[in-house]
């Protein structure tokens, strides 16, 4: 089986499993027990957090443990509203979120904030005009992701940084889960306040993410409990999984450059493969980068559409030769529903119904490549006389 | 405005006669290492004055870590312009217009230090000061109770023009009178002493005291933590000395004087602070006592106690309300972890009723029933363990749990 769905979760590289294993052995004490135990475990818990602090240039008392990605964006938004609700009632984020922010802010909407959802164009980005014409007085939060995890657009996040500097008192959230170890992230330059990221998207373990709240910004939890991690994320802690989550964003990050060149370079090879079977259209912008030579795709992400077919179909084709792919995202790809991310690039239906998503890790090469190659256009092949005319359009 | 320079103003010891040279040395070095992260910025050294270049860096991170350099009494965000008189006035409406809000009034403060530039600091007051109104209508001037002192330095090397004027820690240099020992407990006392001593420019190495298994490991984390706070603040690695008490404080509870127990561990303690400051070379021993706040803090208490060393006793803290000492915590934030619970060891055996006028007497005969109390001292003295914190590391940097290859 050739995997191509590190979006939706990556295989745990070996020496995270070691690391996980050996800590799950040693250090089962509870961090909150006062012997010695437990002096080890909480200690394990600190040098995590400094080991994350170091790897984006941050304090570790601005790091948090959660569940993952989607406790962080809960965590970070709700918290932080809650906190500020006071100060102003606009949130600003954007129409192709995730639907751990997307539907946080529907709900925030429902509970009497006004919430505007920016835009994109054809490729996936917003525009930075759109966001300042969109602050107001009012506004406490603006929240965008890095990388959207369906077409893998990237958003221009240090210039939306440089705007909001001008406005302190707005929040500015980024959500980087599918940024992290693949794109550079100073989160102190470009001025962000809360940021979230999850282990598993990046060689660790399913279970754990990171929240960070600069220094300043404070948070309601959203749970209640014996006051773990500076009361906010309450639970005892995952010692095992924290500290292999620890490692497991050490490795994606350091040499993350040369490694993401060279999966640029594949996913190029895999654009191109896909320009060439006309059934196929390319969602996003062809190169990773645009003339100003600034990341605007992903390098680990290539999506398309085959317009008149469903797209489980195609996945579970591509399964039978092999090959694991997915539609839309893992989350919520049970839905029988034309992506919300893909309408609002203006794609149209007949694209929206029938997006596939294809995720590239470290550990293809450029055979995998061709090899994946030859097999969307076997699949293709096989499933044209049942392509639906209606649906095409 | 465009910040380009940090004009920074030094502390009391300005007054210094000769010794002056010494004490600006001393601060030039500790902010040159305190922005070494900052690689673009340029520093020059004038009397009594640094003024720091930005380059582009910026002036809100360099801010917050000026503010906490001991010596530092006060800078300015300043702009800084050519000494001439239309680029002075332009400059200067430039500040006045990005002020975060706008004052109703004003006044324009001169200082010519350059007697060569045309213009005398009372026309000059005139010139400039004209200048803004005509720009800003509804400004008036108040020169009794200005909103807004625009203040303009002409200088040989330029003009800077700037409102702001940034209080910082004040005090002296890290280190420029003496060396002192410090005794840290882990409660919010003896940290705030520590970081008033700092300030005074002493430089210190802290003891602490703990009794395993009577006191957890996790006090012993918590004084860490406070160690690391004051390493931060210092800028300097700091020497941290834990002190193992347990056979000491277990040999006086032996003692059937449950009253005087409190009286008698801080007299080991001040002991065993003496040979170790003597280890050390320091001549003096910081503690946190402020005066009536426990039983061991009475002036009958410190008196028997204090008389068991020759070397100064240094309370910063000795008249100051517990509020006070509250409020210098959270400022320099220590308070969160000194609330932390977990007993030291002298909140161990506290007896029912200690004695607030204990009898020197008494207790000199008391310590001499103590069997081996001079070599448990001795013990005490030599098992010493020594930590060396350095400023900008966690913490969790030192706990040993785990292994390298796990992270």
Redesign the interface.
Known sequence: MLYFDHCASTPPREEVIR?MM??MAK?YANPSS???GG???S??L??????V?GIFGT??AEWTFTSGGTESNNAAIIGAVARYRNKGKHLITTQIEHPSVYDTFRKLGNEGFRVTYLPVNEQGTIEVRDLADALSEDTVMVSIMHVNNEVGSVQPIPQIGELLKQRRRVLFHVDGTQSVGKLPISLREWGVDLFSASAHKVGGPRGVGLMYARQGVQLEALLAGGGQEQGLRPGTENVAAI?AA??AF?LAVEGGEARNAAMNRLRSRLVECIGTIPELVLSGAKSAYNDDNQSVMAPHIVHFSYPGMKPEVFVHTLEEMGILASTKSACSSRENKPSRVLLAMGLGQARAASGIRISLGDEHREDDIDYLCGKLGEAVLKLKPFERKDCKS | MKVDTIMVRFGEYTTKGRNRGFFEKRIYDQVRRVLRPFAAVQMTRTYGRIYIKLNGESYELISAKLKHIFGIASFSPASKCESELEVIRETALEVMHSLPKKPSTFKVTMRRVDKSFPHDSQEMNHLVGSHVLRAMPDLKVDVKNPEVELRVEIQPEGTYVFCEVVPAAGGYPYGTNGKAVLLLSGGIDSPVAGYLAMRKGLELEAIHYHSFPFTSEKAKQKVITLAQKLADMSGVPFKLHMVSFTEIQTAFTQCNQDHLIITLMRRAMLRIAERLAEQAGALGIVTGDSLGQVASQTLGSMNVIGRTVELPLLRPLITTDKNEIIRIAEQIKTYATSILPYEDCCTLFVPKSPSTNPNLNVVLKVESFVPKLDEMIDEAVAGVETLVIKPGESSAGKTSAGSDDWF
């Open positions: 690391t050996e800590v250090h006062l012997h010695q002096v080890e475990a200690g394990l600190e040098r995590s957090r400094a080991a602090a304090a570790p500290v620890a490692k050490r």
